[in-house]
């Protein structure tokens, strides 16, 4: 019995039985008993569990509440502990602000407080809790660490009824829209399958009326007939049985339903692979198998063999498209190249002058790019970059071109456009779908361009001045905000050629040391002790006032001088550090900031170790400060130079902590000695409950860690005093000092 027999006759036993409906029925039963099951037996413990799970947790954390208040030097008063008592009682469920502590039972014993036997008892909250959780946990002294007494902690259970009536009442209507779905399935199948049988018909009668080979597919690509040309197809196949050959022959499932959506017949190449590894190449043409009555239940396909003509045609397409690519397209976003571009452009600016029509051109660069090439690597760089052009095409017409002409650049053409109005329209649907985020190598990232937008005859009527004018523009948009976009303005070209000033200027004053470094105290909250202090850099311009590195150290990086800046920062601190020595002071462990760039450079730790030798300091004086921008790639060899850095007994700190790619388990790898909270952290500190949870679970993960946790940007007192209630120990900002020179540091040292 050959294929098309047995689909038949699978056909007529499903249409004809009641096998198909017991199957669906069966397997809505199954679907309610397997719901059923779940509740009872896995989803209903398991929420019990956590419950009785976080009611102890919550008991254990209020009973720290309470030991607090029981732990200080002298007894507290009655009224103290009921304040504390009726703290934990006013702890409300987010979802239905209703108490989750209803009674709190404390028992002390008093010959811890009093030199007695006796037991005090106290209470507070509901005299009788009908529906809770009794937690009891003992409650310590933690100054000496003994227990002093026993708390009783009832608990609130109607947010676990609550809970468990509401998941149970999803289920159930899970369970009934699930059978739903099954009944209707297994009805729309069942018309399906008798209108295909009385189609078998129809479909007989098309056998050998064609010279061609002919094939009669249903939708799902299962074959009901074939001609005899078919059939001498198959056999005269080299090297294969029919069986083998018919799934060779099928056609693409794409090309079926194409042909059944637009209703029409469509012709394509079809490659049949032969035992001599050469494919035999047939002209596909399917057209659609209707019953009658405007529906389509499959397609007829038949084949011509072309496999000589196509030959000789790929031979003289793949040469021509190979030229054409070398010359014109980039070969890795396979985009117009420059030299493409260039004429493109040309020639859209000779039909807008022609025509009297508006042109753009906009100029994309892709920010902070060269952090992906560093952190990620040039393979990660380059895929980014195909997904960016990928998205640039679908963000544009289908007649605009799109270009990339170098490193991280494109360009894109926008002709005809009638106002500045529509190219910014485009800029702006560019930007957002760039930004989508696209995770490469396990990292998620969120492009972003700057864009210069140049506009003829507006702003020039050469294509050469409209691409200077737009990547004009586009400095000036990278400048400003980044992710956003400029049309350009004669007044830009000033402002590049300000730009190219100030990258002189920087280059000279790295030769000529124009650069000064202030130190800003870090102090002990308990004792007001001066234990620390950070260098910060300043540029000290001519005729201007000092200039933060915030202004200068962008532009810095770009142009290759971070580095060299850098080494002078260590240098110089190095050098103050002696100075202060010389002079019979004695002062604290020194801070300097280092940039990702700077301290993943080959020499870094070699220049390190000469520089402390050169000036005889020692590791010991010097702590190195990092940004959890390092994390974003490269952390194997991050914490290579960091460890090695250890070596030479330098301390290593994380700078402006929490902002950025915070990381436990990157803490865990490096050698980190201290944290510096950001001084975002701090705002409004009375008020946001966030900040203040950020503050002490910083803290907390700093002291299980072993890691010193210092406050940066402390301007009041309120600030310096709830850091100490959460134990901080360090602190730096303006309440203590703002960055002072190293003479004003001096007198702080005496």
């Given at each position: 019995m050959?294929?098309?027999?047995?689909?038949?006759?699978?056909?007529?036993?499903?249409?004809?039985?009641?096998?198909?409906?017991?199957?669906?029925?069966?397997?809505?039963?199954?679907?309610?008993?397997?719901?059923?099951?779940y509740?009872?037996?896995?989803?209903?413990?398991?929420?019990?569990?956590?419950?009785?799970?976080?009611?102890?947790?919550?008991?254990?954390?209020?009973?720290?509440?309470?030991?607090?208040?029981?732990s200080?030097?002298s007894?507290?008063s009655?009224?103290?502990?009921?304040?504390?008592?009726?703290s934990?009682?006013?702890?409300?469920?987010?979802?239905?602000?209703t108490?989750?502590?209803?009674?709190?039972?404390?028992?002390l014993?008093?010959a811890?407080k009093?030199?007695?036997?006796?037991?005090?008892?106290?209470?507070?909250?509901?005299?009788?809790?009908?529906?809770?959780?009794?937690?009891?946990?003992?409650?310590?002294?933690?100054?000496?660490?003994?227990p002093?007494?026993?708390?009783?902690?009832?608990?609130?259970?109607?947010?676990?009824?609550?809970?468990?009536?509401?998941?149970?009442?999803?289920?159930?209507?899970?369970?009934?829209?699930?059978?739903?779905?099954?009944?209707?399935?297994?009805?729309?199948?069942e018309s399906?399958?008798?209108?295909?049988?009385?189609?078998?018909?129809?479909?007989?009668s098309?056998?050998?009326?064609?010279?061609?080979?002919?094939?009669?597919?249903?939708?799902?690509?299962?074959?009901v007939?074939?001609?005899?040309?078919?059939?001498?197809?198959?056999?005269?196949?080299?090297g294969?049985?029919?069986?083998?050959?018919?799934?060779?022959?099928?056609?693409?499932?794409?090309?079926?339903?194409?042909?059944?959506?637009?209703?029409?017949?469509?012709?394509?190449?079809h490659?049949?692979?032969?035992?001599?590894?050469?494919n035999l190449?047939?002209?596909?043409?399917?057209?659609?198998?209707?019953?009658?009555?405007?529906?389509?239940t499959?397609?007829?396909?038949?084949?011509?063999?072309?496999?000589e003509?196509?030959?000789?045609l790929?031979?003289?397409?793949?040469?021509?498209?190979q030229?054409?690519q070398?010359?014109?397209?980039?070969?890795?976003?396979?985009?117009?190249?420059?030299?493409?571009?260039?004429?493109?452009?040309d020639?859209?600016?000779?039909?807008?002058?022609?025509?009297?029509?508006?042109?753009?051109?906009?100029?994309?660069?892709?920010?902070?790019?060269?952090?992906?090439?560093?952190?990620l690597?040039?393979?990660?760089?380059d895929?980014?970059?195909?997904?960016?052009?990928?998205?640039?095409?679908?963000?544009?017409?289908?007649?605009?071109?799109v270009?990339?002409?170098?490193?991280?650049e494109?360009?894109?053409?926008?002709?005809?456009?009638?106002?500045?109005?529509?190219?910014?329209s485009?800029?702006d649907?560019?930007?957002?779908?760039?930004?989508?985020?696209?995770?490469i190598?396990?990292?998620?990232?969120?492009?972003?361009?700057?864009?210069?937008?140049?506009?003829?005859?507006?702003?020039?009527k050469?294509?050469k001045?409209?691409?200077?004018?737009?990547d004009?523009?586009?400095?000036?948009?990278?400048?400003?905000?980044?992710?956003?976009?400029?049309?350009?303005?004669?007044?830009?070209?000033?402002l590049?050629?300000?730009?190219?000033?100030t990258?002189?200027?920087?280059?000279?004053?790295?030769?000529?040391?124009?650069?000064?470094?202030?130190?800003?105290?870090?102090?002990e909250?308990?004792?007001?002790?001066?234990?620390?202090?950070?260098?910060?850099?300043?540029?000290?311009?001519?005729?201007?006032?000092?200039?933060?590195?915030?202004?200068?150290?962008?532009?810095a990086?770009?142009?290759g001088?971070?580095?060299?800046?850098?080494?002078?920062?260590l240098?110089?601190?190095?050098?103050?550090?002696?100075a202060?020595?010389?002079?019979?002071?004695?002062?604290?462990?020194?801070?300097?900031?280092?940039?990702?760039?700077?301290?993943?450079?080959?020499?870094?730790?070699?220049t390190?170790?000469?520089?402390?030798?050169?000036?005889?300091?020692?590791g010991?004086w010097?702590?190195?400060?990092?940004?959890?921008?390092?994390?974003?790639?490269?952390?194997?060899?991050?914490?290579?130079?960091?460890?090695?850095?250890?070596?030479?007994?330098?301390?290593?700190?994380?700078?402006?902590?929490?902002?950025e790619?915070?990381?436990?388990?990157?803490?865990?790898?490096?050698?980190?000695?201290?944290?510096?909270?950001?001084?975002?952290?701090?705002?409004?500190?009375?008020?946001?409950?966030?900040?203040?949870?950020?503050?002490?679970?910083?803290?907390?993960?700093?002291?299980r860690?072993?890691?010193?946790?210092v406050?940066?940007?402390?301007?009041?007192?309120?600030?310096?005093?709830?850091?100490i209630?959460?134990?901080?120990?360090?602190?730096?900002?303006?309440?203590?000092?703002?960055?002072?020179?190293?003479?004003?540091?001096?007198?702080?040292?005496?």
């Amino acid at each position: 019995m050959n294929s098309s027999k047995r689909f038949r006759v699978s056909l007529d036993m499903l249409a004809h039985s009641h096998i198909l409906a017991f199957v669906f029925i069966t397997l809505a039963i199954l679907i309610i008993l397997l719901i059923t099951a779940y509740w009872q037996y896995s989803l209903e413990p398991r929420l019990t569990a956590h419950a009785n799970a976080h009611t102890n947790t919550l008991a254990q954390a209020q009973a720290g509440i309470l030991s607090k208040s029981l732990s200080g030097e002298s007894q507290p008063s009655l009224s103290e502990m009921e304040r504390a008592m009726d703290s934990i009682l006013m702890l409300r469920d987010p979802a239905t602000l209703t108490p989750l502590v209803q009674r709190v039972e404390i028992r002390l014993n008093e010959a811890i407080k009093r030199g007695t036997s006796k037991l005090f008892e106290h209470s507070r909250g509901q005299l009788k809790c009908v529906n809770c959780i009794v937690s009891e946990v003992t409650l310590v002294n933690e100054k000496t660490g003994l227990p002093i007494g026993t708390a009783r902690i009832h608990v609130n259970r109607a947010f676990l009824s609550d809970l468990k009536d509401d998941i149970q009442e999803k289920l159930w209507w899970a369970g009934a829209i699930a059978s739903l779905i099954v009944l209707f399935a297994w009805l729309s199948i069942e018309s399906f399958l008798r209108k295909l049988r009385n189609n078998q018909s129809n479909l007989q009668s098309i056998i050998d009326g064609v010279a061609d080979p002919l094939y009669a597919y249903t939708t799902d690509r299962v074959l009901v007939l074939q001609n005899q040309a078919a059939r001498k197809l198959a056999l005269s196949n080299h090297g294969m049985d029919e069986e083998e050959f018919q799934r060779h022959i099928l056609p693409p499932v794409s090309l079926i339903r194409e042909v059944i959506i637009n209703n029409r017949p469509l012709k394509t190449i079809h490659k049949i692979p032969q035992a001599g590894g050469k494919n035999l190449r047939m002209e596909l043409q399917a057209s659609p198998l209707s019953d009658g009555s405007d529906n389509n239940t499959g397609v007829i396909v038949t084949y011509r063999d072309i496999t000589e003509y196509l030959e000789l045609l790929d031979e003289l397409q793949s040469n021509k498209h190979q030229l054409q690519q070398l010359a014109e397209r980039d070969t890795l976003t396979h985009l117009p190249n420059r030299f493409m571009f260039n004429r493109l452009l040309d020639q859209a600016v000779s039909r807008a002058a022609r025509n009297h029509t508006m042109l753009a051109l906009l100029f994309l660069d892709l920010d902070r790019f060269k952090e992906v090439n560093d952190s990620l690597g040039h393979d990660a760089g380059d895929t980014l970059l195909e997904i960016v052009a990928k998205r640039l095409l679908k963000a544009v017409r289908r007649g605009d071109v799109v270009s990339r002409l170098s490193g991280d650049e494109f360009v894109i053409l926008l002709e005809d456009i009638r106002r500045p109005e529509d190219a910014t329209s485009v800029a702006d649907h560019i930007i957002d779908s760039v930004r989508q985020m696209v995770i490469i190598q396990g990292k998620r990232l969120h492009p972003s361009l700057s864009i210069g937008i140049s506009l003829f005859p507006n702003d020039g009527k050469r294509g050469k001045l409209l691409l200077q004018c737009a990547d004009t523009a586009m400095y000036r948009a990278k400048r400003d905000s980044q992710n956003s976009y400029q049309l350009y303005d004669p007044s830009m070209t000033v402002l590049v050629q300000e730009r190219l000033n100030t990258i002189t200027a920087l280059q000279t004053a790295v030769e000529e040391d124009d650069f000064i470094l202030l130190f800003q105290p870090q102090y002990e909250l308990h004792t007001k002790q001066l234990i620390g202090l950070e260098a910060l850099l300043r540029w000290n311009r001519e005729g201007q006032e000092l200039v933060s590195p915030i202004h200068f150290l962008d532009l810095a990086e770009d142009v290759g001088l971070v580095y060299p800046i850098g080494q002078w920062v260590l240098r110089s601190a190095c050098k103050q550090i002696q100075a202060w020595r010389g002079m019979g002071l004695n002062p604290p462990p020194l801070a300097v900031n280092v940039s990702a760039a700077e301290l993943l450079h080959k020499n870094f730790v070699e220049t390190t170790k000469a520089t402390l030798e050169s000036t005889e300091c020692s590791g010991e004086w010097l702590t190195i400060e990092i940004t959890e921008s390092l994390f974003s790639g490269q952390v194997e060899l991050a914490a290579n130079v960091l460890h090695r850095l250890k070596d030479l007994g330098v301390a290593i700190a994380i700078d402006d902590f929490g902002i950025e790619h915070s990381s436990l388990a990157r803490l865990k790898q490096l050698p980190i000695d201290r944290l510096k909270l950001d001084k975002i952290f701090l705002q409004n500190l009375p008020t946001d409950s966030a900040n203040q949870a950020i503050i002490q679970t910083v803290q907390d993960l700093g002291h299980r860690l072993d890691i010193e946790v210092v406050a940066e940007g402390v301007e009041t007192a309120e600030q310096e005093t709830y850091l100490i209630l959460s134990d901080y120990r360090m602190a730096q900002g303006y309440r203590y000092g703002r960055p002072m020179t190293a003479d004003e540091c001096a007198k702080r040292l005496h």
